[in-house]
Every structure is written in structure tokens, then in C-alpha cells.
């Protein structure tokens, strides 16, 4: 299902009772009638049989007949939740990974059709925009990435954007190291900070983790990020070199 799909549900979803028409469906997610109707068959045969029927001279009504609202907003739920967990993930992989990849490898990769993974493919693509990064995509190249390493690296700090609070970048990026390390390199932080007399929390001290990851792993210069002063860009050079010494990534 396309998130215009879902787009239509919602708005059916928060208009249980109502009877909406043709007219009003296609204003709100800005398509026309007839896509309107194709679109009620596809999430009539995706979502729950006929979870949307037609009233005779009415409109369109949610079935709430044969379906409790309870059970169509835990599908819907489960379903924005699958879409959204696909979706920041394959933006990571984008944006994180300085690799050569295609649509017809992401979409083997996250088994998903070629007009759904477009979709998905757009979505990022705009919000991207945002950031100042440009995602194109060339023959014999694949799918390019056009930004500086800061602004990649902003937009990866950012990419909860993209989600409701199902998922979370913050995994992502912690996942890119086992336990171990993750350890190993929150107890550097820890020491560096206190020989400096900072003292801080422990949410701080991942936050910290979370941006050295993301500096080591995308071999990014700290010179490079304006977000940091003076001072924190010592710090996080003392980290990391400590880092490299002990911890072969």
C-alpha cells in the first residue's frame, strides 16, 4: 500500500461515523475521483475486505458494522509502524553508507514493488531537500547523494522526522557496533570528560556516542562540523583517537 493509501484511511479513521463523499476524499490527499475509487479497491483488497463501503447516494462509510474502530486503528497502527520502520531505514541507508546503489537493489533488498519502493523513494528524496541534499538518480551510477558530509551527517541526526515515534535513528546508528564497543567507547567519554571537569548524564554521554559513531563510521573530519565549537572538537578528537587505539573499526 502506497502512504497515499494510508493518507485516505487515516482520514477515514477520524471520521468513523461520517459519510464521506468522492469529492471530499479526493481534496484531501489531492487526486482525482476516479483514483479515488481505485484507491478504496486496493485498500478494500490489501487492508480488511471491504473495510470501506459505499453508501447509495451518501458516499463513502468505514465499516464499523463488521470491524470495531479498536481493531481497524491497531491494523492501521501496525501497518504505519512496518512502513515507517522500511522507510528510516532505507534513508539510512542512503545517507549513512557512501556506497553505489539501485532502485532494483533496495527493491530486493526490502522486497518491496517498483511503484511502492518510488514511493518510498520520493518521500525521502523530499524531505532530503530540506537539508540542502539532492538524491538523483544516473545511469551506470545508480542512486547519487549530493550534499556535504555536514549536512549528510545533520539529516542523519534528523531522520526521526521521517517517523512517528514508532522507530528510531538512534538504534540505527548503535547498531552499527556491538555491545562491547559501544561500552568500551562510553567509558572513553566518560574519562575524557571528567579529565576536562565536565560533568554530565548519562543521556548525554549516548548522545555522545551516538555523533562519534557517526564521525568514525562516515570518516568524517571534525573540522567539518560548524554544530560543534572549539572546545567540543578537542574533546571528541581526544575521544576518538583513544578510540582507535583500542578499538579496530
Not at 514508532?166 to 546508528?173: K, T, Y
Request: aromatic residues 6%.
Amino acid at each position: 500500500m502506497l502512504d497515499r493509501h494510508l493518507k485516505l484511511l487515516q482520514f477515514f479513521i477520524k471520521n468513523p461515523s461520517k459519510h464521506i463523499s468522492s469529492n471530499e476524499i479526493a481534496k484531501h490527499v489531492n487526486v482525482s475521483n476516479r483514483t479515488v475509487r481505485n484507491d478504496i479497491h486496493v485498500i478494500n483488497s490489501n487492508f480488511m475486505d471491504d473495510i470501506i463501503v459505499s453508501i447509495k447516494s451518501k458516499g463513502y462509510q468505514l465499516n464499523t458494522s463488521q470491524y470495531t474502530l479498536e481493531t481497524i486503528t491497531e491494523r492501521y497502527t501496525h501497518i504505519q509502524s512496518y512502513k515507517e520502520k522500511l522507510l528510516l531505514s532505507m534513508a539510512y541507508q542512503l545517507l549513512m553508507h557512501n556506497k553505489s546503489q539501485t532502485l532494483q537493489q533496495l527493491e530486493q533488498d526490502y522486497l518491496l514493488s517498483k511503484t511502492v519502493l518510488n514511493d518510498y523513494f520520493v518521500r525521502i528524496q523530499q524531505w532530503c531537500q530540506k537539508f540542502n541534499i539532492a538524491l538523483t538518480i544516473k545511469k551506470k551510477q545508480g542512486i547519487v547523494v549530493d550534499g556535504t558530509d555536514n549536512d549528510i551527517t545533520n539529516a542523519i541526526i534528523h531522520l526521526n522526522q521521517l517517523s512517528s515515534g514508532h522507530v528510531h535513528v538512534e538504534d540505527l546508528i548503535l547498531n552499527e557496533l556491538p555491545d562491547s564497543h559501544q561500552r568500551m567507547i562510553s567509558h572513553i567519554i566518560q574519562e575524557t570528560l571528567q579529565q576536562h571537569s565536565i560533568e554530565t548524564t548519562d543521556i548525554q554521554i549516548q548522545q555522545l556516542l551516538i555523533h562519534l559513531i557517526l564521525i568514525i563510521k562516515r570518516k568524517q573530519s571534525l573540522s567539518e562540523l560548524d554544530t560543534l565549537n572549539h572546545d567540543s572538537k578537542l574533546i571528541s578528537q581526544s575521544c576518538i583517537k583513544q578510540i582507535k587505539r583500542k578499538i579496530r573499526l
